[in-house]
């Protein structure tokens, strides 16, 4: 069972078109991170987000956290061919020395010029 | 963020040879590191966790024999992938995880075993 839903799993758009992934959970997570990862190369890290309703941007990207902390956001704006590549959630889960980070299953997005 | 290292990162062995991987934590001292496995267009499969100084951690389906870890410092972490065969072929990325809770991810180790 896939702890961690993540939609859609393959996304093709045009330059210039917004798009939105989606992390959804019936677990509360204590926070939750989204990478982008290019072939050949590991995830990088783009941002964590902590509280319930958090939002944060990052140039053309923002991110959001459910008000219960089980499901996540990233909306793009405008997307460029730079933007393509695997994007990842991955929910964190910690008690005391039990700590679990469980990924999402992607989304490869392509940005065709 | 903690920045890791992996060597190498590419390597092709023939199949029944064994074949190191070495992660490095270059600017934070990691006592927990975690190495995955992931094969294309795919996402992460957590394989082990790595502990510094004790035994590590694998998830189910994982043979402890085939894929040896060891943690000797606090900054380096090694996977050993014994006998190798065609079918360990894979993507192989190690991470840190700092005090919040965030992973931060080496550049991957690509191993293609013939």
């Known amino acids: 069972t896939q702890l961690l839903e993540q939609s859609p799993q393959f996304l093709s758009i045009q330059e210039g078109e917004n798009l939105t992934v989606y992390c959804n959970s019936s677990?509360?997570?204590?926070?939750l991170q989204w990478y982008r990862q290019e072939p050949g190369e590991g995830p990088v890290l783009l941002v964590t987000?902590?509280?319930?309703?958090e939002v944060k941007k990052l140039k053309r990207l923002t991110f959001q956290f459910g008000d219960a902390r089980k499901d996540s956001s990233l909306h793009i704006t405008a997307a460029q061919p730079g933007d393509t590549g695997l994007y990842l959630c991955?929910?964190?889960?910690?008690?005391?020395?039990?700590?679990?980070?469980?990924f999402g299953k992607g989304t490869l997005l392509t940005v065709n010029p | 963020g903690a920045v890791v290292s992996q060597h190498p990162s590419r390597v092709i062995c023939k199949s029944g040879t064994s074949v190191k991987i070495e992660c490095r934590s270059l600017?934070?001292?990691?006592?927990?590191m975690f190495w995955y496995r992931q094969f294309p267009k795919q996402s992460l499969m957590l394989m082990a966790t790595?502990?510094?100084?004790?035994?590590?951690?694998?998830e189910q389906g994982v043979e402890k024999d085939k894929f040896l870890i060891n943690h000797a410092s606090l900054t380096l972490s090694t996977l050993t992938v014994t006998s190798a065969h065609p079918e360990d072929s894979s993507f192989y990325i190690c991470?840190?995880?700092?005090?919040?809770?965030?992973?931060?991810f080496g550049p991957g180790t690509r191993l293609l075993v013939l």
């Open positions: 677990s509360v997570f204590s926070s």
């Open positions: 600017d934070f001292q990691a006592t927990t």
């Open positions: 991955a929910g964190a889960q910690s008690g005391g020395s039990n700590y679990k980070l469980t």
């Open positions: 991470s840190v995880r700092d005090s919040q809770e965030t992973q931060y």
């Open positions: 790595s502990n510094e100084g004790s035994k590590a951690t694998y």
């Open positions: 987000v902590v509280t319930g309703g």
